[in-house]
């Protein structure tokens, strides 16, 4: 087994993507740290594969319609996500598929990850209202 990272992503910055910011598919031993995303479709997108140890430390996701979507294979381990910043702006509108996609903050269902523990240690802010006209 690996003892080093694998590969880092470090200090940065991705603006106004239409799309992904970070990504990743089959990873062991991976580092995001202190990378931006302002106004993309969404911050992170990890949906390919099986991934261990892969870590989300003080990135800063602002802006985006959606935050992180971590869905890989379920046997995914030893994931960490800690002291990032979420702010979110309305749900994207997919105008090939021609719905509303999903809104979230962190999208992990399948790794068994502490919701509170999440809160906790991250910060989440929507700069959405939907009452509000756009």
């Known amino acids: 087994m690996r003892t080093t990272n694998a590969a880092t992503i470090r200090d940065c910055r991705v603006q106004g993507l239409a799309g992904i910011a ?38 800063r996701f602002l802006g985006c319609n959606q935050g992180m979507n971590l869905t890989p294979y379920p046997q995914s381990r030893d994931i960490v996500i800690k002291g990032n910043a979420i702010t979110l702006t309305a749900p994207f509108f997919n105008p090939v598929t021609r719905k509303t996609e999903d809104f ?25 209202d939907p009452a509000s006209p756009r």
């Open 104 to 128: 979230y903050y962190i999208n992990a269902p399948r790794l068994g990850l502490n919701e509170a523990k999440l809160r906790e240690e991250n910060h989440f802010a929507s700069e959405y």
């Open 22 to 59: 970070y990504g990743s598919a089959i990873s062991e031993n991976l580092l995001f740290e202190n990378n931006t995303a302002i106004r993309c479709k969404c911050g992170v997108n990890i949906d390919t594969g099986e991934i261990r140890n892969v870590r989300f430390i003080g990135n």
